[in-house]
């Protein structure tokens, strides 16, 4: 049902193209200046080349992405998903559950907005608040890593939805301008980002569990 929700906002495009087609000139011409390239055909406003985004491949990596956090979430007792280094750092939970708000209420959020909804305010979020808000580290951690894969699968299906996206369009907001690619880009991103920081939790707890031995020897981390 949410999926169709979703397609049914994404329709609100054909309905406001005066806004978005000149802000999407503007950025166009700009970037086909900086990098030297010419329009597809020369004489008419309409037919510059748009930045090229290869959607199958980034929904792909966006399906892999998903199953490497699921990997690395298997096996891992109560205790180990709630233990962090230390108080200012998250918890694998609490990992878990920023990507699958990240997943519902950012970065699919805010595509929609670049490429749907022009100059239409985007909705507050606040990750970090919400890690203490939400009670993250009080959830359990399966059902947490079904309601990310479900967000993704959702995300994922929705992106092969849009019907020639323009992915350079942009907004600007307070902290800077973002093309819709920049935002799709960024979510690939993200995921590596909090991979990394899930291989890290594994380490460290690998090291508090192993005291007091030495991993010295399986090289440096
Ligand atoms: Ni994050």
Do not use: C
Not at 22 to 44: E, H, K, N, Y
Not at 59 to 74: D, F, K, P, Y
Not at 176 to 199: N, P
């Amino acid at each position: 049902m949410e999926i169709l929700k979703w397609r049914k906002l994404g329709g609100n495009k054909d309905a406001e193209p005066q806004v978005k087609d000149i802000l999407t000139f503007g950025t166009i011409g700009t970037s086909l200046d900086s990098i030297g390239r010419s329009p597809v055909q020369a004489g008419t406003s309409d037919t510059f080349e748009r930045s090229p985004m290869d959607l199958d491949f980034f929904t792909n990596q966006m399906t892999l992405h998903a199953g490497s956090i699921h990997s690395l979430t298997l096996g891992i007792s109560d205790e180990q998903a709630r233990w962090k280094p230390d108080p200012e750092k998250w918890s694998i939970l609490e990992v878990i559950n920023h990507l699958y708000d990240e997943e519902r209420e950012d970065f699919r959020v805010r595509v929609d907005y670049i490429l749907h909804r022009p100059s239409v305010p985007w909705p507050p979020i606040n990750p970090k608040g919400w890690v203490t808000e939400r009670a993250y580290n009080q959830r359990d951690l399966l059902q947490s890593t079904e309601d990310f894969l479900l967000e993704r699968r959702k995300s994922v299906a929705w992106l092969k939805e849009l019907a020639n996206p323009d992915w350079d369009a942009f907004e600007t907001v307070a902290f800077g301008k973002f093309s819709a690619g920049d935002i799709f880009a960024a979510w690939m991103a993200h995921d590596l980002l909090h991979l990394r920081q899930l291989i890290e939790l594994h380490w460290a707890y690998t090291l508090h569990q192993a005291e007091p031995f030495q991993v010295n020897y399986a090289g440096e981390w």
